[in-house]
């Protein structure tokens, strides 16, 4: 089970940090991604950080502004976002697999509520 939080409103220019929190001792095994679905989207793919040595996944348009990282022992994955833009509003979910392609929704079999971002400009 997966709870995601954090979201929220923000300037353009500023800062967010989103926690996705999981259930379960398997956690270390699973591949943590975060996506994200601005109205009249789809869901898109956003950041990944895998299981073992965390090998971490961007998107071209959040990479050098975002940075996902896990802490095993917590169970946690976090979500940086910085120099944040209008276009980032969106709902952010959090996805956890232990197979498939990391960029592909369909390999998620978990996926976590949902935080709401706004970024106002």
């Known amino acids: 089970q997966l709870q995601a939080y954090g979201g929220g409103l923000v300037q353009a220019g500023g800062s967010r940090r989103l926690t996705c929190s999981a259930s379960g001792r398997a956690f270390i095994n699973y591949t943590v991604a975060w996506f994200r679905q601005a109205p009249g989207k789809e869901r898109e793919f956003v950041s990944a950080?895998?299981?073992?040595?965390?090998?971490?996944y961007y998107d071209d348009f959040v990479k050098g502004r975002f940075t996902i990282s896990r802490d095993n022992d917590k169970r946690t994955v976090y979500l940086q976002m910085n120099s944040l833009q209008p276009e980032d509003t969106a709902v952010y979910y959090c996805?956890?697999?232990?197979?498939?392609?990391?960029?592909?929704?369909?390999?998620?079999?978990?996926w976590g509520q949902g935080t709401q971002v706004t970024v106002s400009s």
């Open positions: 950080v895998k299981y073992g040595v965390g090998t971490t």
């Open positions: 996805a956890a697999t232990d197979r498939g392609t990391v960029y592909s929704r369909p390999s998620y079999h978990y």
